[in-house]
């Protein structure tokens, strides 16, 4: 099989080997991106020099005879929301077109610790906000399963490009579905941590109190090896959580006796597509057989949560995105006073989603309101928590839809933000709960990949990786290429 | 009519912590324009905010000097406005939950001690600083120096229980004394590191309901806070004798021209939309770490004072002066501890040394004469070494060379003549030289012994023991 259409572990295994060279599999990275970019338009910037160079040390590391890390060598991206130092990093915004950050995120440092390459910046909703990366100021990503649907958003580079095997791995960040959507659109397995598992220093925030990064890959195995690689306890982020990092591959069991699995009745809502409906109880009745057991329970704040996001996502970000004012870095407007200037900047600089989200946010916070929506949705988000607790006082995982239709056409839901809001319904309440899920292809349904989501208890992602392994293993899907240049 | 005079301040106090509150930068004071600076405290996209430890503490040591109680839970908010100076268009503070609340200190205005009340002292991060190019309204451009991004700051906000401008002065010299004895802030107002808003407004002597007040910035100096104040009373006054109403507003004090104008009024004034800053976690605040942190602060300035006054014998007034600053309250039982007799040291320090460091435009810690060399020089005047005359002029050799007393003593010979003898042949020389002042003496005229003594100085150059001169002249006349 053509390099780039391995898996991480499979290539680590040919490098350790030294059947192979990290240059080679960088290069064939490359040359696939070349083919195939055109149509998908997975990346706002590519580093072919910065890749090249790191996979030569990882080369000469492995030449020296050193022991080499998961991923060293090994091609990947970025999200663009995530800070390389000296490689622009935009958000898709025209804000930040020409932003170059002179610091590195932690991510980024513990990858290039790692010696993982990174292949470039993919394109993305901009600043994370968005469901089918039709919001990126630059250009939309396609669907590698369908170049004429969406690949979900707002990590819809990153899906992209894994499906597209224009990266081998890569970083995605979720603050209300935007790596679990876009994994399920894209049929690839995509993991949200746990709040504060993995840093979030030098990610560009959207929502603090929500956002997490973590990996999108082929299969369930790669993504065990990406989420240790970037898990852990970094003294530059007060928020993330001071626990040591299991060795997730260590969990990966194909099978699911012993586990307890609940369905939340809530997340199966109206208007949902039948067939989605149909692949996750299928999916259901698979971990049964293999030997999990099975009940309903119930959610009753679900259908709060939705609201609930969009007024705590919306707050922060007005908050968050008031550096953006041309003084110190990014897009500049011309005015002839202070104020004339910043509204200049910031009009120009910002797409007209951000803008409205920045004024839902500013409004909820405003005298006089802030009671009627901020308050009240720290109170219900405080019992869409308990939600969870009460569940999961009686099962392990939860299993439940990703969205509640297969990837929709480009320029489908643009003119409808409301609709487009609905695409987060079965993933938001996982990050206003703080806790880890992960989405994995559990079928088709015209073409298009189904998601299930499995969702796990706080620093529970070993469980949720055991169950998404067992299953994955009993299944062919992750072998599915998508139709994409072979056509 | 008559006025009550209400007033509440709201100071804010840089603290002396080596780095800023969020970020591992220097704090220090005057470094070249943004070099103090990193992705953090420019408020860079993605960076994150880490509490400095040390902020904390100061922040405790701060509420329990100042009787508050610490709360056991504590949290930053976010307070959002644009404005040039504040890269991220908000300030991390605190809002619901300050770190201390419900405190007081005493000050002693005419001779009455008041208790003023505290409202809270919360943590915040400073703002940088603008650079105009020439006025604010008339500037081509505005620069930006971000060394004071991120410098930690506590807003010390008390209740509105100050009557009047000499009280309020009173309050912010208290505070002041207070934050350098628990070494948090230097409290130069100078450079800054004190700063001083006043909330003030009037009402018909006897009513208890507040008038409406007005908020009066740019106060930069002790006498600045005194002043404004007074001119603020006297024009709000004025507004009300008219039949005039106050309005709601920020006003500013422009001390060259020495009043009070309009900032913006309370329909202009900012909607900060507070909310709890998701950067940080809340702060919980070990009781056991409380009770250490008020363990170590050390004797504060009202129970200096009392000291003082009891194991020493100092009045009120002494006392108070010594123990207003700690550095100089550490000079003077220092110099007690050398073995100065303490009133001598009392006196030494607020006269003859006090007038030298002012004159000098120094502070008691840049004294060119150590606490022991004072002592030793008080130690030669009790013993009559030197007379307390010549002392002051060995005072000044001292503050000029440094050098001890007994040295400068002996170099110029400058030790007191107190033999009789010695004395009693000078006296006579001048009896005789001076018929004319010795008639009149006799005559009754008590100052002519005055002119008798002044020559027997001359003669001796100062040295003779002034009331071994006095006693022989009378003998001998």
Same mark, same amino acid.
């Given at each position: 099989m053509e390099l780039y259409k391995q898996t991480a572990h499979e290539l680590h295994a040919k490098l350790a080997a030294k059947e192979v060279s990290a240059a080679e599999i960088t290069a064939a990275v490359f040359d696939r991106i070349d083919t195939v970019e055109g149509k998908v338009r997975a990346y706002i910037t590519q580093t072919r020099?910065?890749?090249?160079?790191?996979?030569?040390?990882?080369?000469?590391?492995?030449?020296?005879?050193?022991?080499?890390?998961?991923?060293?060598?090994?091609?990947?991206?970025?999200? !663009?929301?995530?800070?390389?130092?000296?490689?622009?990093?935009?958000?898709?915004?025209?804000?930040?077109?020409?932003?170059?950050?002179?610091? !590195?995120?932690?991510?980024?440092?513990?990858?290039?610790?790692?010696?993982?390459?990174?292949?470039?910046?993919?394109?993305?909703?901009?600043?994370?906000?968005?469901? /089918?990366?039709?919001?990126?100021?630059?250009?939309?990503?396609?669907?590698?399963?369908?170049?004429?649907?969406?690949?979900?958003?707002? /990590?819809?580079?990153?899906?992209?490009?894994?499906?597209?095997?224009?990266?081998?791995?890569?970083?995605?960040?979720?603050?209300g579905g935007s790596i679990r959507q876009p994994a399920a659109y894209c049929g690839v397995v995509g993991l949200k941590p746990t709040y504060g598992r993995v840093s979030r220093y030098g990610l560009v925030a959207y929502a603090s109190s929500l956002d997490q990064i973590g990996p999108i890959t082929r299969d369930v195995t790669d993504c065990a090896l990406v989420l240790a690689a970037i898990a852990g306890h970094d003294g530059r982020d007060s928020t993330s959580i001071d626990a040591p990092v299991p060795d997730y591959s260590k969990a990966l069991v194909p099978d699911a006796r012993g586990l307890k699995i609940g369905l939340p009745k809530e997340y199966f809502v109206a208007g949902m597509d039948p067939a989605v409906e149909k692949a996750v109880y299928a999916a259901i009745d698979q971990l049964k057989a293999m030997g999990a057991e099975y009940k309903e329970v119930s959610m009753p704040h679900t259908e709060y949560a939705l609201a609930t996001y969009y007024l705590i996502a919306t707050a922060e970000a007005s908050s968050n995105l008031a550096r953006f004012d041309g003084v110190g870095f990014g897009h500049r407007g011309e005015g002839n006073d202070i104020v004339a200037m910043y509204k200049r900047s910031r009009t120009e600089g910002f797409g007209?989603?951000?803008?409205?989200?920045?004024?839902?946010?500013?409004?909820?916070? /405003?005298?006089?309101?802030?009671?009627?929506?901020?308050?009240?949705?720290?109170?219900?988000r405080t019992l869409i928590k308990q939600d969870f607790d009460r569940a999961f006082g009686e099962v392990d995982v939860l299993v439940a839809p990703i969205a509640p239709t297969t990837a929709f056409k480009v320029g489908e839901k643009v003119d409808d933000p409301l609709a487009m809001y609905l695409q987060d319904v079965c993933t938001v309440p996982i990050n206003l709960a703080g806790l880890p899920a992960i989405s994995l292809p559990c079928g088709f349904a015209g073409g298009l990949p189904i998601g299930l989501q499995i969702i796990g208890r706080p620093l529970g992602e070993e469980t949720i990786l055991r169950a998404a392994y067992a299953f994955e293993q009993a299944n062919d899907y992750h072998r599915r290429q998508a139709p994409l240049g072979e056509v | 009519m008559e006025y009550e005079v209400?007033?509440?301040?709201?100071?804010?106090?840089?603290?002396?912590?080596?780095?800023?509150?969020?970020?591992?930068?220097?704090?220090?004071?005057?470094?070249?324009?943004?070099?103090?600076?990193?992705?953090?405290?420019?408020?860079?996209?993605?960076?994150?905010?880490v509490l400095n430890a040390k902020v904390l503490e100061f922040a405790v040591r701060t509420g329990l000097a100042l009787n508050c109680r610490i709360l056991p839970f504590s949290k930053f908010d976010r307070k959002n406005y644009y404005y040039p100076d504040l890269p991220k268009n908000f300030q991390t503070s605190q809002y619901d939950l300050p770190i201390a609340?419900?405190?007081?200190?005493?000050?002693?205005?005419?001779?009455?001690?008041?208790?003023?009340?505290?409202?809270?002292?919360?943590?915040?991060?400073?703002?940088?600083?603008?650079?105009?190019?020439? +006025?604010?309204?008339?500037?081509?451009?505005?620069?930006?120096?971000?060394?004071? +991004?991120?410098?930690?700051?506590?807003?010390?906000?008390?209740?509105?229980?100050?009557?009047?401008?000499e009280e309020a002065k009173a309050y912010l010299e208290k505070l002041k004394a207070i934050l350098q004895y628990i070494d948090v802030s230097d409290c130069k107002m100078e450079e800054g590191s004190l700063r001083c808003d006043a909330n003030i407004s009037l009402r018909p002597k006897g009513e208890t309901k507040l008038g409406t007040k007005a908020e009066i910035k740019n106060l930069n100096s002790f006498k600045a806070v005194q002043k404004g104040l007074e001119y603020e009373a006297l024009r709000q006054a004025e507004v009300l004798d008219e039949g005039g109403r106050i309005v709601q507003e920020t006003r500013s004090w422009d001390d060259a021209r020495g009043q009070t104008v309009s900032l913006r009024s309370k329909e202009q004034a900012h909607d900060y939309r507070y909310f709890p800053e998701p950067d940080l976690v809340p702060m919980v605040v070990d009781s056991t770490w409380v009770e250490d942190i008020r363990r170590s602060l050390p004797e504060l300035p009202d129970a200096r004072q009392a000291r003082l006054m009891k194991e020493y014998g100092l009045s009120g007034y002494d006392a108070g002066v010594i123990t207003a600053s700690r550095a100089m309250a550490d000079f003077f039982d220092a110099t007690v501890a050398a073995g100065a007799d303490a009133k001598a040291a009392a006196n030494w320090i607020m006269g003859e040394l006090s007038r030298h460091l002012n004159a000098a435009g120094r502070e008691i810690e840049e004294c060119p004469v150590a606490p022991g060399q004072l002592a030793a020089l008080i130690d030669l005047q009790a013993k009559g070494t030197v007379s307390g005359k010549i002392a002051k002029t060995v005072f000044e050799e001292m503050w000029a060379s440094g050098k001890d007393a007994a040295?400068?003593?002996?170099?110029?010979?400058?030790?007191?003549?107190?033999?009789?003898?010695?004395?009693?042949?000078?006296?006579?020389?001048v009896i005789a030289a001076n018929p004319q002042s010795v008639a009149d003496f006799k005559a009754g005229k008590e100052r002519a012994l005055g002119f008798l003594v002044g020559q027997i100085m001359k003669e001796t150059k100062g040295r003779a023991n002034p009331e071994l001169v006095n006693k022989l002249l009378r003998e001998r006349i």
């Open positions: 020099d910065l890749a090249m160079a790191q996979a030569k040390a990882a080369d000469e590391k492995i030449a020296r005879g050193e022991a080499i890390a998961p991923l060293a060598g090994i091609p990947g991206a970025l999200k !663009d929301n995530m800070c390389v130092k000296g490689v622009k990093t935009t958000c898709a915004s025209q804000i930040l077109a020409n932003f170059v950050p002179p610091y !590195d995120s932690t991510v980024a440092e513990k990858l290039a610790a790692a010696d993982a390459v990174v292949v470039g910046k993919a394109n993305l909703d901009e600043f994370a906000m968005g469901s /089918s990366c039709e919001n990126s100021s630059f250009f939309p990503t396609r669907n590698p399963w369908d170049t004429a649907a969406v690949p979900g958003g707002s /990590s819809g580079g990153s899906a992209a490009a894994v499906a597209a095997a224009e990266a081998v791995w890569a970083l995605g960040s979720d603050t007209e989603e951000v803008r409205r989200r920045i004024m839902l946010g500013t409004y909820a916070l /405003s005298s006089g309101y802030y009671d009627a929506y901020y308050l009240k949705a720290l109170k219900v | 209400v007033i509440g301040l709201e100071v804010h106090t840089e603290l002396k912590t080596a780095s800023k509150i969020f970020c591992g930068c220097s704090t220090s004071f005057g470094a070249e324009q943004n070099t103090n600076v990193c992705p953090v405290c420019l408020g860079l996209p993605g960076v994150l905010p609340v419900d405190g007081h200190l005493d000050v002693e205005v005419a001779g009455e001690t008041k208790r003023i009340g505290i409202t809270r002292v919360h943590m915040e991060e400073d703002a940088g600083k603008l650079v105009h190019a020439g +006025t604010i309204a008339k500037a081509d451009y505005t620069l930006v120096d971000y060394n004071r +991004t991120g410098v930690p700051l506590l807003e010390i906000v008390s209740e509105p229980d100050i009557r009047s401008a040295v400068i003593v002996k170099e110029q010979g400058l030790v007191q003549i107190s033999d009789e003898g010695e004395v009693v042949a000078i006296v006579e020389k």
